[in-house]
């Protein structure tokens, strides 16, 4: 059973001005018998990539009720903000990477190394790295088992860009797990709709219609 912190449906606008002030928040979330400490940092900075969103609590809780096991897989996350999804899956005994943009990183280090089990990670611990969907998504390797984002869907002149990032790292028969908040005004369900079948077999897995948050599963089509 999943606990959720008091900011749960906690929503922001993206604006590049969002915090004016600098200041953080301390969350204690529960998936799947693991306790994670998560640090949000507000600021101008990091804007979006700051709060735990509710579609990565999504991911967590699919995660829990669907009994995946996420022991030794070699796993991405994309746009992984404060790391909770990729930090769950490391103490589940995956092999994580969690990217963002570089001004992302510190908050993502400090959160991996505020979730290490007294025991020390089961398989590796978590490497934090930057990445800039489009740009240089081909200095990563493309032998993943998992890809996973959690509301990374929501500015229309990315999608071409997380597209092509997709499809470098699932080369080697990745599967993707997006969860999403189905943004009408910024176009995410186009994204679903229409970019990601461009290049991928898409099938939804989840819909929550109470919080409008969608859950899809992608793998790579054939050459074409």
Request: proline letters at 6%; aromatic letters at 10%.
């Amino acid at each position: 059973m999943a606990e959720y912190g008091e900011e749960d449906g906690f929503m922001l606008p993206v604006d590049d001005g969002l915090f004016a002030d600098t200041f953080s928040d301390d969350s204690v979330y529960k998936f799947i018998g693991q306790e994670l400490k998560i640090s949000q940092v507000f600021s101008a900075n990091l804007g979006v990539a700051a709060p735990v969103w509710d579609a990565a609590l999504h991911l967590c809780r699919y995660f829990e009720e669907n009994s995946l096991n996420l022991k030794g897989k070699r796993i991405i996350e994309l746009g992984a903000g404060t790391g909770i999804v990729g930090i769950l899956a490391a103490r589940l005994g995956a092999d994580v990477t969690l990217t963002d943009l570089p001004l992302a990183v510190p908050q993502l280090q400090s959160n991996v190394s505020a979730n290490m089990p007294s025991s020390g990670w089961p398989s590796v611990a978590p490497s934090v790295l930057p990445l800039s969907w489009g740009q240089d998504q081909h200095v990563f390797p493309m032998d993943w088992d998992l890809v996973l984002g959690a509301d990374i869907v929501y500015l229309s002149e990315t999608y071409p860009l997380l597209l092509d990032t997709l499809v470098h790292l699932c080369k080697d028969r990745a599967v993707v797990y997006l969860s999403s908040k189905m943004r009408e005004e910024h176009g995410t369900p186009g994204f679903y709709g229409d970019t990601l079948p461009q290049r991928f077999h898409v099938k939804l897995e989840h819909r929550d219609p109470t919080q409008n948050i969608n859950i899809y599963s992608a793998t790579l089509r054939g050459k074409q």
